[in-house]
T-cell receptor, first 116, second 111 residues
Framework: DTEVTQTPKHLVMGMTNKKSLKCEQHMGHRAMYWYKQKAKKPPELMFVYSYEKLSINESVPSRFSPECPNSSLLNLHLHALQPEDSALYLC???????????????FGPGTRLTVT | GQQLNQSPQSMFIQEGEDVSMNCTSSSIFNTWLWYKQDPGEGPVLLIALYKAGELTSNGRLTAQFGITRKDSFLNISASIPSDVGIYFCAGLGGSNYKLTFGKGTLLTVNP
């Protein structure tokens, strides 16, 4: 089973709202990722968690706050977003992450976020 | 930073035709991945390549890891309408674990 699930599928929020995106995998993977994807562009890495610790933050604005409650779950907390943050947010997982490791990443279906 | 040049940018073909797309880089990768993405969905992993020179098939799909480790191609044989979508190549490894994506190939198949 190579399934990564994400909820919700769609989210519309105002610029003053607080919301959260959720991601779950049951493949025993120890690395989890958040990506942002604009239309007709490749995914852009935002955060990487390895063994439940934040290992990479790609200079993402603080209005995006990731959380990894356990090795199977990954959240992305959203607050005071801007309309330009509207995009498809993708979660992914892999067996591990680190220098010298090369493991393929499996993506979830994404959350389509619209900021009004 | 690392960049991948993916070509062609788009393709319009008739059902039944074969398709070929490729990615090249100035950097070496340890792993090449090919993904397909349908509108509004996440990328789906099609093929993973781990060794230089490796040729791997998945049904009608065939992909190869270039000998120089700087390129890869994906072939689709006997295309069908459900092959429509955006195909991304991605390289992994080197000095970091971050995926480097190509810009994608938009495939349209006319029935």
């Amino acid at each position: 089973d190579t399934e990564v699930t994400q909820t919700p599928k769609h989210l519309v929020m105002g610029m003053t709202n607080k919301k959260s995106l959720k991601c779950e995998q049951h493949m025993g993977h120890r690395a989890m990722y958040w990506y942002k994807q604009k239309a007709k562009k490749p995914p852009e890495l935002m955060f990487v968690y390895s063994y439940e610790k934040l290992s990479i933050n790609e200079s993402v604005p603080s209005r995006f706050s990731p959380e990894c409650p356990n090795s199977s779950l990954l959240n992305l907390h959203l607050h005071a977003l801007q309309p330009e943050d509207s995009a498809l947010y993708l979660c992914a997982s892999s067996q591990d992450a680190g220098v010298g490791w090369t493991y393929e990443q499996y993506f979830g279906p994404g959350t389509r976020l619209t900021v009004t | 930073g690392q960049q991948l040049n993916q070509s062609p940018q788009s393709m319009f073909i008739q059902e039944g035709e074969d398709v070929s797309m490729n990615c090249t880089s100035s950097s070496i990768f340890n792993t090449w991945l090919w993904y397909k993405q349908d509108p509004g969905e996440g990328p789906v992993l099609l093929i993973a390549l781990y060794k230089a020179g490796e040729l791997t098939s998945n049904g009608r799909l065939t992909a190869q890891f270039g000998i120089t480790r700087k390129d890869s191609f994906l072939n689709i044989s006997a295309s069908i309408p459900s092959d429509v979508g955006i195909y991304f190549c991605a390289g992994l490894g080197g000095s970091n674990y971050k995926l480097t994506f190509g810009k994608g190939t938009l495939l349209t198949v006319n029935p």
